[in-house]
């Protein structure tokens, strides 16, 4: 059984384009939210195993705090996903499950070692 991935980025070409690579992989993508609030609602109603979490999410809710509350809720793995390479995720004690994090532009390659890591 593939693995179900959430994606949550809030540019919507790189969440298409994420979507594509991770439907090109054999993965399910179970939704694509852009905000730190659906995607915890999305997280609650499909039950994803991964969590491809950008980390600058507009509006109230960061992608670090959704992915606390996901991982929280679900359990589910999470692999951050950023455009800024120097950002260190704060409090990884407080994650359920250490996260991962892919600097952007990644390949599909790194993209594929992750989720097989996860799954």
């Known amino acids: 059984m593939p693995a ?8 919507a070409i790189v969440a298409d ?15 694509v939210a852009a905000t730190g609030q659906e995607a915890v609602a999305l997280a609650d109603e499909n039950r994803p195993n991964v969590v491809l979490m950008d980390i600058q999410l507009q509006g109230k809710m960061d992608g670090i705090q959704a992915a606390k509350t ?21 409090d990884p004690a407080q994650m359920t499950t250490p996260g991962i994090c892919l600097s952007k ?8 070692s992750v989720l097989e890591t996860l799954t």
Request: aromatic share 8%; proline share 2%.
């Open 17 to 31: 384009d994420l979507e594509h690579q991770i439907l090109q992989l054999g993965y399910e993508v179970v939704g």
């Open 70 to 90: 996901i991982q929280k809720n679900t359990g589910a793995r999470i692999v951050f996903i950023t455009a800024y390479a120097t950002i260190v995720v704060r």
């Open 4 to 11: 179900r991935v959430l994606i949550v980025e809030d540019e």
């Open 105 to 112: 532009p990644f390949s599909s390659v790194q993209l594929k």
